[in-house]
């Protein structure tokens, strides 16, 4: 099985999409995948989850750390990269089994050639630690010199973040230490290369060294560097604590910490892989899918979520949206779900930020941000796009009316206690989220006394491209949802938790409390089907929009980066949407629609879907999936499991770069596969299997973790095997295509037949 992607030549136009492609990291830091001899202007970066800094009255961002693995050559007094010489010969591979990045220029020296070859990693077994091998050798003798060490100016859209640089070489070791500009924290990187061969070391500026040597033909010369990273916020001491991970690392030896590093990649995917059979292009992409997903995860902190470009850089302000709890959660429920907890607290973490926001627009409760950081106060602007003709800021709305924003934060929190049974993260915080956010939506809703009901006015769904909107199915159905949950929460509490609830209880004692939620919940208009199309409408008066083909819309735009929303945006005063919204409503309620509103509205809105965020493409695979018509699903998840294999999407607006790694299409590639072709669902108590396979695909297979205890799952078009690990705790539930419930019991094998096969139903249960 495939698990490497390279390219076999160096192209220039590629620096800034291979960036992405070729990222590696571990969820404390991630790595772009640029060349050793890069800088800021090619993008080279080491970017902190959770270290922001605001510089010079512009927006926050994440703090790109100095580059430790930077290093240039020089042969017989000429540079020697890929952007001073045409290389003959050049490739650059990305190993997604163990995130491992390599790279080998060949170039052409005098009287031959020369190797360049280097290999790195972000440890996955420790943290704060990356290491490289790399090596060179020609077929001419030559005299070669090595400037490597620290690189200390980092690439920044919105910078310089790093003040009072200090760079020190004691005795080899290289340390370059810095403060942020807002916070102060202070951000450290140590480094020391090493290497066996004879050699002459002189200091370079600032936190580089030059080792120049002699090569003789045909011999093979080796070396190491060791780096560390630590902030402010991990210790009080980042240098030295970098300092002490560089020693021990050097101790330890690339063989031995690159072998950790193998094993820990192995024990992720052994808890995440999913396998595709029957085609092979669906699993590499897949796989590629889960990758990006796994060198972003924090596994180590609750601090932290997933920002929109992941650590790819600093792009969407390194902010938090809610891509985590609607479209990457769902994979690390399913497989990792301390990873998923973690998620979760992050947002009771933020929770002061969100009752702030709340507080300074006159509501209630929790309003979380559209763009979270560190605090959790919004860091998305009021003129978050600059407008293309008359390069004016636009007031756009996203901040102040993206109000499903609190409710996505419910569902993720009541999805997590749901499916792991883990009640605990309600009394960590979890329902004092919920009922604030509760009580937000109760002081934001408006009572229509004439219809006698209530009803969510002026806010912008997942549709961007329509702010101001009333009545947006997708949000008033989430609310709803929200009231819902706050009730079965506070039930829950009672139970559990009876001491948290009565403290909570009393904290919320003056309402709006559990009375007026009831209240609220029976008089909330949520907008449903049409009984004669069956037709949900997006919003109020959405159908009297101008409904233009999209092709048409499209040949209506005067520049190529103009934005379709926005007051004047052309799409605005059209029925063409941004994203997936009403679709994306059928899919999170999907028991509560019959197949024949979602296959109208999938093919009603479909059309006018322009697919404008990366978020968009796979919830159509997933509803037709739901359907039962996969094909049509099928090259929608392509797309999404590709984004940033091929790096088709957008990479700048104007002269700002918004490309970097897309988190939310790789969350929703791993749904498209296994919650939608696969037909996997867990309400917490039984399995529920009802696959609809695209075409070539024989069958998907993978691991789950459900309510602590661990199964495999098999799916074909004939049978559903589930395997229940030995040490598990109880019987699982399970329901193939609709059938009657079985049992699958600790250390047996469950087999049934899938609705679609011969003799179907027929079950058997075999011991291991
Ligand atoms: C989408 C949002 C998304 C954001 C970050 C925007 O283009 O419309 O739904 O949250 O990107 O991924």
Redesign the pocket.
């Known amino acids: 099985m495939n698990w490497v992607t390279a390219d076999k030549e160096f192209s220039r136009g590629k620096i800034v999409t291979n960036g992405n492609k070729y990222m590696t990291g571990n969820g404390y830091m991630g790595c772009r995948g640029t060349l050793e001899e890069f800088g800021k202007e090619q993008l080279a970066a080491v970017t902190l989850a959770g270290v922001y800094d605001q510089a010079g009255g512009k927006w926050r961002e994440p703090v790109n750390a100095p580059n430790a693995l930077f290093t240039r050559l020089s042969c017989n007094g000429k540079r020697l990269g890929v952007l001073d010489a045409e290389p003959l010969l050049h490739k650059q591979e990305l190993d997604i089994s163990c995130a491992l990045h390599k790279r080998e220029t060949v170039y052409g020296i005098s009287g031959g050639e020369l190797v360049f070859a280097a290999e790195r990693f972000v440890s996955m077994d420790q943290l704060h630690v990356l290491a490289s091998r790399l090596s060179l050798t020609a077929t001419a003798d030559c005299r070669i010199e090595l400037e490597t060490g620290i690189d200390g100016e980092v690439w920044d859209i919105n910078g310089p973040h790093l003040y009072g640089l200090q760079e020190q070489n004691a005795a080899g070791m290289l340390l370059a230490s810095a403060v942020t500009g807002e916070l102060a924290l202070q951000v450290a990187v140590a480094e020391k290369t090493v290497y066996g061969f004879e050699a002459q070391e002189t200091a370079g500026e600032g936190a580089r060294r030059f080792i120049a040597f002699d090569v003789k033909a045909g011999e093979v010369y080796e070396w190491f560097k060791y780096a560390a990273v630590y902030t402010e916020l991990d210790c009080s001491d980042p240098d030295v604590l970098a300092v002490q991970n560089v020693r021990t690392a050097e101790a330890a030896g690339y063989g031995q910490l690159l072998t950790a590093h193998r094993e820990a990649w192995a024990a992720r995917w052994k808890r995440s892989d999913c396998l595709i059979e029957g085609d092979d292009a669906a699993q590499f992409a897949l796989r590629y899918s889960i990758y990006q997903l796994l060198i972003i995860a924090p596994t180590a902190s609750e601090k932290v979520s997933i920002p929109?470009r992941g650590l790819s850089g600093q792009v969407?302000k390194g902010a938090v949206?809610?891509?985590t709890e609607m479209f990457m959660l769902p994979f690390f429920l399913h497989s990792d779900p301390g990873t998923a907890r973690n998620l979760l607290m992050y947002r009771i973490h933020t929770l002061d930020g969100a009752r702030r926001k709340a507080a300074e627009y006159g509501y209630l409760g929790a309003f979380y941000a559209w763009e979270s950081q560190d605090s959790g106060d919004d860091a998305c602007t009021l003129f978050n796009v600059n407008d293309v003709f008359t390069g004016r800021p636009m007031r756009t709305y996203f901040r102040d009316k993206q109000v499903h924003i609190s409710a996505d934060v419910v569902h993720g929190i009541w999805q997590y206690v749901a499916f792991t049974g883990d009640d605990s993260l309600l009394a960590d915080g979890g329902a004092e989220v919920i009922w604030e956010c509760a009580r937000f939506f109760y002081s934001y809703a408006y009572y229509n006394p004439v219809k006698q009901r209530y009803e969510i006015l002026d806010v912008t769904g997942?549709d961007?491209y329509h702010e101001r909107v009333n009545n947006n199915a997708f949000t008033n159905a989430l609310v709803h949802r929200t009231l819902e949950v706050a009730i079965e929460c506070s039930e829950l509490l009672q139970a559990m938790f009876p001491e948290r609830y009565q403290q909570l209880a009393g904290q919320f004692a003056g309402g709006p409390f559990l009375k007026e939620f009831r209240e609220m919940l029976d008089g909330l208009y949520v907008p449903q089907p049409d009984p004669d199309t069956l037709l949900i409408e997006q919003f109020d008066r959405y159908f009297k929009l101008e409904d233009v083909p999209l092709a048409e819309l499209k040949a209506r735009v005067l520049h190529p980066n103009e934005y379709f929303g926005g007051g004047n945006g052309l799409a605005a005063t059209t029925a063409i949407l941004?994203?997936a919204d009403v679709v994306l409503m059928l899919n999170l309620f999907k028991s509560s629609f019959s197949k024949e509103v979602k296959q109208a509205n999938w093919e009603y809105y479909e059309p006018r879907t322009e697919h404008g965020?990366s978020?968009s493409p796979c919830i159509y695979a997933l509803v037709a999936a739901d359907i039962g018509s996969p094909d049509w699903g099928y090259p929608y998840f392509m797309r999404t499991a590709t984004v940033d294999l091929t790096g088709e999407s957008k990479q700048y607006v104007g002269d700002l770069y918004i490309g970097g790694t897309h988190p939310?299409a790789n969350g929703g590639a791993w749904m498209a596969a296994v919650l939608g072709f696969a037909g996997v669902e867990f309400d917490g108590e039984t399995l529920r299997v009802q696959p609809a396979l695209p075409g070539q695909w024989t069958a998907v297979e993978l691991p789950l973790s459900l309510r602590g205890d661990s199964f495999r799952l098999r799916v074909s078009r004939e049978e559903i095997t589930v395997s229940s690990a030995a040490g598990n705790e109880g019987a699982l539930k399970v329901c193939a295509s609709g059938s009657e419930d079985q049992l699958c019991r600790p250390g047996t094998v469950l087999t049934l037949r899938t609705a679609g096969a011969a003799g179907s139903n027929v079950s058997a249960n075999t011991a291991e």
């Open positions: 929109a969407y949206f809610w891509d997942p961007e941004k994203q965020s978020l939310a």
